[in-house]
């Protein structure tokens, strides 16, 4: 019998209907609380697959595993694995492409009009007994009429498009991969009154928006990031926000999670801080779960999955 591990499974267990799957299709299901990387070599011995959270899949850990065929990436981003070392092992990657584009985008939406509102510091201040005016929260201006940039222009750059226009944003994207966003890197950081990160995790990307970046921004501007991380300098980012040179951050990923207690992040108050959940719903943890199981079942069978990582 055939065994799939499923990492993460204290925080993203498989429910009736996909242990039923697996079931069905004769895989035994091997849980492992976590994902700490001795113990995942440990527990994949003998797996033909793994369904991948939060663990990182460097060569130096994809040499070690055993027999395993397939490793699923419950998401969307596939940084934290080395899909070239995978495939050179015959290892497939599969994926979800297109997970969670309305959520992401409704976040990151949320955490703009958090921002643009000053909502977190209101409550806070409310919370405290304090009653702050205008005089306290400004300066605040109304969404339509200005100028909503994204670094990407991918399916959730896209999805908070619509959203944003709807809401009366003019939009300018810079992507060098999207025809259609057109805007230069460096226009688009001057020309915006948001700019919200929609790019992946390479090489190329890590740091992409860092002191000079932000040093081009509006001043009173708001940064936005439901991507990735490292993407962002965080620690330029911080700077920004206490020497008052940005009006906002919206932040749902860090580089080190959760966000260690010393980080200058925690101290600016206007920053709103989330635990990486954009992509948390009923609708999309359940689609990150069943799209890439009915694909580890296909290679399983010994047919084509439907969502490989792209060569």
């Not at 584009?101 to 009009?113: Q, T, Y």
């Amino acid at each position: 019998m055939p065994v799939a591990l499923l990492t993460d499974a204290d925080r993203f267990p498989f429910d009736v209907d996909d242990r039923a799957a697996l079931a069905d299709a004769g895989v035994e299901l091997r849980e492992l609380e976590g994902h700490e990387p001795e113990e995942i070599i440990a527990a994949a011995h003998g797996a033909a697959a793994v369904f991948v959270y939060y663990a990182r899949f460097p060569a130096e850990t994809i040499e070690r595993l055993n027999g395993v065929r397939v490793l699923a990436r419950c998401g969307s981003g596939y940084d934290n694995i080395d899909v070239a070392a995978a495939r050179a092992r015959g290892i497939e990657v599969v994926y979800v492409p297109d997970y969670a584009i309305d959520d992401v985008s409704d976040h990151a939406l949320a955490l703009l009009l958090a921002c643009s509102r000053k909502i977190a510091l209101s409550d806070r201040a409310v919370r405290a007994g304090e009653w702050p005016g205008y005089a306290e929260l400004a300066p605040m201006h109304r969404l339509r009429g200005r100028t909503l940039g994204l670094l990407g222009y991918g399916r959730i750059a896209r999805g908070l498009a619509g959203k944003a226009r709807a809401l009366g944003l003019d939009v300018i994207a810079h992507d060098p991969y999207a025809a259609e966003a057109t805007a230069a890197k460096e226009e688009l950081f001057r020309a915006s009154d948001f700019v919200s990160v929609h790019v992946p995790l390479t090489a190329e990307t890590r740091h992409a928006v860092g002191e000079a970046e932000l040093a081009l921004m509006k001043p009173g501007a708001i940064l936005v990031n439901t991507a990735r991380g490292p993407v962002v300098d965080t620690i330029a980012l911080a700077r920004a926000l206490r020497e008052g040179r940005l009006g906002g951050a919206g932040i749902d990923v860090f580089e080190e999670a959760p966000l260690p207690p010393d980080h200058p992040l925690r101290d600016c108050p206007t920053s709103v801080l989330t635990p990486h959940s954009a992509a948390y719903s009923e609708e999309a943890l359940a689609e990150v779960r069943k799209r890439p199981l009915a694909d580890v079942l296909r290679l399983l069978r010994g047919e084509p999955a439907e969502s490989p990582v792209p060569q």
